[in-house]
Nanobody, 122 residues
Framework: VQLQASGGGLVQAGDALRLSCTASGRTFNNYHMGWFRQAPGKEREWVALISRNRDSIYYRDSVKGRFTISKDKDDESAFLQMKSLKPEDTAVYYC????????????????WGKGTLVTVSS
């Protein structure tokens, strides 16, 4: 599965961005999906996770209430709506999928997309 994340950019604190993730030639309906990020000098961390049938959604505490993960109805695209962005949200954001829900929390994903850089200036 080839994933492509897009939508990153340079924004100011308080702004919003919407990241998108598409799977070439496939859909997400058989996969759990997650957004991860890696800030400079830090380890990659999960940001938001959505189960393949959408019945479970989790956010890390630092983004709760500000970020929303979703998939379109055809399971062809996934999104991360980010609002009230903070400088500490600056990172390369990755979308990834797997078939093991619990492993997603450890970042053990089956397929990763190339990241998209989000830079939030203060």
């Amino acid at each position: 599965v080839q994933l492509q994340a897009s939508g990153g950019g340079l924004v100011q604190a308080g702004d919003a961005l919407r990241l998108s993730c598409t799977a070439s030639g496939r859909t997400f309906n058989n996969y759990h999906m997650g957004w991860f990020r890696q800030a400079p000098g830090k380890e990659r961390e999960w940001v938001a996770l959505i189960s393949r049938n959408r019945d479970s959604i989790y956010y890390r505490d630092s983004v709760k209430g500000r970020f929303t993960i979703s998939k379109d109805k055809d399971d062809e695209s996934a999104f991360l709506q980010m609002k009230s962005l903070k400088p500490e949200d600056t990172a390369v954001y990755y979308c990834a999928v797997n078939t093991n829900w619990r492993a997603a929390f450890r970042g053990a994903m089956d397929y990763w997309g190339k990241g998209t850089l989000v830079t939030v200036s203060s």
